[in-house]
């Protein structure tokens, strides 16, 4: 049953410390010094082990896909060319969560349990064991299309914590984490979500064949260099590559890995034969974007953008996925008339 608090901090640090005794928490940490400049901090997700630990407020550049889907992960090992399954594993791990992230998650779902009818067993070890707890957005940033994207709200967490002028607000709806709040006095407690974007986005009701020869693409091909952060920071990116790396001592013995990856970097669509269908960068956000906003959703019912605006934020060249899909929208509402 639903319960709601508010705590003052002492009571609310030792009902985190003891859910930290229980399970690995992962959320939003600033970090001094890490940023893009020397003397600029970095907000990303870190371990943490206490509620003061936690930077409520402030947007992470990167989303927190990294707990399910590791950057590099080994699969197998070869011993001599006999194959043996790396059996990865993970913690039961809470992860700090805004809306439009746990709505991500039903992305990375369909593509890893779902697709193709079986599931990836990598995954599927880690998201078992995954446990999603609540942060709010202290209002829209400013490169949030979330309402946009219907991902907005949820209530798909087990627990949401709020910090306030005195204490911290709580809402525990799992029973599992109930015993960790035996103190607090019971108030109204509910999550506040955006209610409206800066600037709001309407997908394309149809894709016109006019879109793939339109001369705005030509235009992304001479600003996009290609680094791939739009897709590294996205959180429902998943494509990988996959590898045997040699052990330093011993040839004979590789591991195969998988690796993250990109649709805009160079090689990622080279097929046998050397060829490569994508060579224009323009071409690569042409497919990376019609990807996220209409093609997934043929297949999964689902748009695979969530509007959490972080390609917008990472993208040295200020190419914005928002302004794309104006762009798109404008190509189709054109090639509509002329039609
Ligand atoms: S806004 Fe960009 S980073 Fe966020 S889900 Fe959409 S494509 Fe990915
Ligand atoms: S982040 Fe920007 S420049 Fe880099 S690949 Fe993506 S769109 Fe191109």
Excluded at 81 to 107: K, N, Q
Aim: aromatic share 10%; hydrophobic share 35%; net charge negative.
């Amino acid at each position: 049953m639903m319960k709601t608090l508010r705590l003052d901090n002492e009571q609310a640090e030792n009902a985190f410390r003891a859910i930290a005794d229980d399970y690995t928490v992962v959320a939003p940490k600033r970090c001094a010094g890490r940023g893009r400049f020397s003397d600029t901090d970095l907000t990303t997700y870190e371990t943490v082990e206490s509620l003061g630990e936690i930077e409520f407020s402030a947007k992470t550049y990167f989303s927190a896909k990294s707990v399910l889907l590791p950057i590099r992960e080994v699969m197998f090992s070869f011993n001599r060319g006999e194959a043996e399954e790396v059996r990865t594993s993970m913690p039961p791990t809470i992860v700090f969560l805004r809306a439009c992230d746990i709505h991500a998650l039903a992305v990375l779902d369909a593509m890893f349990l779902e697709h193709g009818g079986r599931e990836d067993c990598y995954y599927a070890r880690r998201r078992e064991n995954m446990i999603c707890f609540l942060l709010e957005c202290p209002g829209p940033f400013d490169e949030c299309f979330c309402v946009s994207m219907g991902t907005s709200r949820t209530k798909d967490y087990a627990v949401f914590i709020r910090p306030e002028a005195e204490g911290y607000a709580a809402e525990i709806m799992d029973d599992r984490f109930e015993r960790y709040f035996p103190f607090g006095d019971r108030a109204h407690v509910a999550p506040r979500f955006s209610e409206e974007d800066p600037i709001p986005v309407a997908l394309p009701r149809h894709v016109e064949a006019s879109l793939f020869a339109d001369a705005s693409w030509k235009e992304y091909s001479q600003r996009c260099i290609a680094c791939g952060r739009c897709n590294t920071s996205c959180p429902t990116c998943t494509c990988f590559t996959v590898q045997d790396i040699p052990a330093a001592d011993d040839r004979d013995s590789p591991t195969r890995q998988r690796i993250w990856s990109s649709c805009q970097v160079k090689d990622f669509s080279l097929l046998a034969g050397n060829h490569d269908f994508r060579l224009a960068h323009g071409d690569k956000m042409r497919y990376r974007v019609l990807h996220k906003i209409t093609d997934f959703a043929k297949t999964f019912g689902l748009p695979m953008c969530v509007g959490c605006g972080r390609c917008d934020i990472v993208c040295p060249e200020y190419i914005s996925m928002r302004k794309c899909i104006e762009t798109i929208n404008t190509i189709c509402r054109r090639g509509a008339e002329v039609g």
